[in-house]
């Protein structure tokens, strides 16, 4: 899910009445999260309860002008980039635990409804965190930012749609606790939480946990929550964080330091001379465990 914004200037003094729109970029699944009303760089007027189900506002304003912000939670839309052919769809929530819950258990319920047992399938992997970029949320977020924070995040939402509009030591200061607390609900409801799920099934989790095309995670941290740490590296491209899962390995206690391994479609037309020089610097920078990807 990600945080949305749309917003309006409105004046006072008097009775305000207006319809505040959607934000763009709605998917099909959205709620309000909050309205709020910014005046002079404050944080702090949460009129939420002056807004009907329908979007039309009526409110007190206070003399001056004022930006009415309206904040809506939206599922993404965006689809599992690689998915096989029967597995398309829409990307799971990755800072819910019931998302992460009723996932895993689905994909293993589907495999024990077909075999006795999963005794010889010991690990699961997931790749890295392709995510595209957002202003990333859950339904609970605010409840859990202010339990690890300390303090509402609410009147401090402006900050994420338009980092000039607040007091920029109050901004930057929020914007930290904000990507420490998605950085958080990662690792603990999905990385753990699909550990845990497995580890109960005897099978072990192997996750490029710190990384991918938009990861927004303490990256050592991530990799120490899952059974195997893994990093990636490729053939002909200068893409290596082998080191990264090594050095979690080192800190969390685990012994096992994976990675996906010479990634290409070059398809035959390099030989282990190729190879031999690449894998090496892998080895040295920490890695004993491979897993090839898509590759000969």
């Known amino acids: 899910k990600r945080l949305l914004c749309s917003q309006m200037p409105v004046k006072g003094p008097g009775c305000v009445t207006v319809r505040v729109p959607l934000p763009e970029g709605v998917a099909a699944y959205w709620k309000d999260v909050a309205v709020l009303a910014v005046q002079g760089g404050r944080p702090a007027v949460d009129i939420s309860q002056c807004m009907d189900s329908d979007g039309l506002l009526r409110w007190d304003a206070p003399a001056g002008e004022s930006r009415i912000m309206r904040f809506v939670s939206s599922n993404t839309g965006q689809n599992l980039v690689c998915p096989s052919p029967n597995s398309n769809g829409l990307v799971i929530d990755h800072l819910s635990s019931e998302a992460a819950v009723i996932d895993m258990t689905y994909i293993l319920d589907r495999l024990k409804s077909v075999r006795k047992n999963l005794d010889p399938l010991?690990?699961?992997?997931?790749?890295?965190?392709?995510?595209?970029?957002?202003?990333?949320?859950?339904?609970?977020?605010?409840?859990?930012?202010?339990?690890?924070?300390?303090?509402?995040p609410i009147p401090y939402l402006p900050a994420l749609a338009d980092a000039k509009i607040l007091d920029p030591e109050i901004t930057k200061r929020f914007l930290y606790d904000y990507q420490k607390t998605v950085s958080d609900l990662i690792i603990e409801d999905h990385f753990r939480a699909?550990?845990?799920?497995?580890?109960?099934?005897?099978?072990?989790?192997l996750a490029e946990a710190g990384h991918g095309g938009s990861a927004r995670v303490d990256a050592l941290k991530a990799l120490g929550s899952v059974d195997i740490p893994m990093g990636e590296f490729w053939n002909h491209e200068r893409?290596?964080?082998?080191?990264?899962?090594?050095?979690?390995?080192?800190?969390?206690?685990?012994?096992?330091?994976?990675?996906?391994?010479?990634?290409?479609?070059?398809?035959?037309?390099?030989?282990?001379?190729?190879?031999?020089?690449?894998?090496d610097i892998a080895l040295c920078a920490g890695l004993n465990h491979p897993t090839f990807h898509t590759f000969a």
């Open 239 to 279: 893409f290596w964080v082998t080191k990264e899962a090594a050095s979690a390995a080192h800190i969390y206690g685990k012994t096992i330091v994976d990675a996906e391994a010479l990634t290409g479609w070059r398809n035959w037309q390099d030989g282990p001379a190729e190879y031999k020089r690449r894998f």
């Open 122 to 152: 010991k690990t699961f992997m997931l790749d890295s965190y392709e995510v595209d970029e957002a202003l990333d949320w859950t339904d609970r977020f605010v409840e859990e930012f202010a339990k690890r924070r300390g303090y509402d």
């Open 194 to 205: 699909v550990r845990d799920v497995l580890n109960k099934h005897g099978v072990r989790l």
